[in-house]
């Protein structure tokens, strides 16, 4: 067996390589528009017209008239869909409430 002189040699993962795949994907987005989310740690694009994502928009109060959706998934969490309808549930889960 040859002895290695380094050690730490044995990463399988490339971060240039993935920087490098990172930052094209952004210049793509950013050339198409989007923006990241104003949102500290968020990661997620969003058109220019809104700051923040649609999670975000309305955490930060951004959006009006519109929340969560108080339902529940099939896989038992809380359903992430926005929804503006006074029910409170998006189009999925007022279908599941027996509705009007
Ligand atoms: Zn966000
Ligand atoms: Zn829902």
Do not use: N
Request: aromatic share 8%.
């Amino acid at each position: 067996m040859m002895a290695t002189d380094g050690g730490g040699a044995s990463v399988g993962f490339d971060v240039v390589a993935e920087a490098d795949r990172i930052a094209r994907v952004a210049a793509v987005l950013l050339d198409a528009g989007y923006a990241q989310c104003a949102y500290v740690g968020c990661r997620q694009w969003v058109r220019p017209r809104y700051l923040y994502c649609k999670r975000h928009a309305i955490e930060v109060g951004l959006v009006d008239g519109c929340g969560l959706c108080q339902g529940i998934t099939a896989s038992g969490k809380p359903c992430s869909r926005v929804t503006a309808h006074p029910s409170g549930y998006c189009w999925q889960h007022r279908r599941g409430q027996g509705g009007d």
